[in-house]
């Protein structure tokens, strides 16, 4: 079992298993363990960070990192729940997978990948599942992992069309179908309020989210306690609001998932409010706070059901300027 060893990067694999090697080629080595001489890795997504894991203890958490030598800040991190000789990435959320610096030889991620699974094997695992990250997060290192994992032996276990809108100097009106700037009118016309909340009414903001998702026969993937906890433990969790008067109509939780990403999670509205498009409003106003604070994308979630393209959604997505990527779930199995 391979749960002790750090390994060094080498194009003989076999070699790595059996030496202990300390004269790293250009300086890259694999561990698992977390080494407090390193930063955490710059900009890692919130879903992979220690205390978002936390979660999900008790399940057995297996780290992987990359280092190299003489370098501030850890170079790539991987983290593999283990259950019923299962390895889950992650065991149950919107994603895992692997995260590294962008620019980082494609030769070293192979052979992390490698590590990955030698050390799978080592614990007689049946199969890893690896729940990727969108496409539009960072193409770049989205295209290079799936063709490792696809030289390794994954296979697609499902295939989600992703939304996302670009956040970037134009206004928002300027992307969007003139249906849609018709609503944005319609709404400022009847004098509705968009709000970051301060100090979110949770119980009722549950229950607008679970009677709009129950009406368009979508689960509610958190309980109510589920969902307090999370505000109460992550400030990455922000809750826009559009309201007429004092009257909540629309809504959207939202999850900050690094310096550069939105996470629009739990978009709601009051059927009664329908006509008036208030969500149009709400993504206005979300996009806003993007400009404003630096970022660069606004997640608008999946579009797709067990890799089903919901045309209704897809299309009204697009209408307020959305564009699409792949979200891969792959497995290998042993």
């Not at 060094?8 to 080595?29: A, E, F, H, Q, W």
Request: with cysteine.
């Amino acid at each position: 079992m391979l749960i002790d060893v750090n390994w060094p990067v080498s194009t003989n694999i076999v070699k790595c298993l059996m030496d202990t090697i300390t004269n790293t080629r250009n300086g890259y080595y694999f561990s698992l363990h977390a080494d407090k001489n390193y930063r955490p890795l710059e900009g890692l997504y919130l879903f992979n960070k220690d205390k978002f894991l936390k979660k999900d203890l008790p399940h057995e958490l297996i780290q992987f990192y990359i280092y190299k030598e003489n370098a501030p800040f850890v170079i790539g991190k991987f983290n593999l729940f283990v259950q019923n000789h299962v390895g889950y990435s992650p065991i149950k959320g919107s994603f895992g997978s692997i995260e590294f610096k962008e620019g980082t030889p494609t030769d070293v991620i192979e052979s992390f990948v490698d590590f990955i699974l030698k050390w799978c094997e080592g614990r007689n695992l049946r199969s890893v599942i690896i729940k990727n990250f969108p496409f539009a997060y960072n193409s770049s290192n989205s295209t290079v992992l799936f063709n490792i994992f696809f030289t390794k032996g994954f296979r697609i276990l499902n295939s989600e069309v992703n939304s996302h809108i670009p956040i970037s100097k134009r206004p928002f009106e300027e992307n969007i179908h003139h249906s849609k700037r018709r609503s944005l009118r319609k709404c400022i016309g009847k004098n509705f309020t968009f709000q970051l909340e301060a100090d979110p009414e949770l119980e009722m903001v549950y229950d607008i989210i679970k009677d709009c998702r129950d009406a368009k026969g979508y689960p509610t993937s958190l309980t109510f306690s589920e969902l307090e906890k999370m505000f109460r433990d992550f400030p990455e969790f922000l809750l826009f609001t559009v309201r007429d008067g004092k009257t909540i109509i629309a809504l959207s939780v939202c999850i900050v998932i690094n310096r550069d990403i939105l996470y629009n999670f739990y978009p709601a509205d009051k059927l009664a409010y329908r006509k008036y498009s208030p969500v149009t409003m709400i993504a206005s106003g979300i996009y806003l706070y993007g400009q404003k604070n630096n970022f660069s994308c606004l997640d608008m979630g999946t579009s797709s059901v067990n890799g089903k393209i919901n045309q209704g959604l897809i299309g009204f997505k697009r209408q307020l300027g959305a564009r699409e990527s792949l979200k891969l779930t792959l497995e290998k199995t042993f």
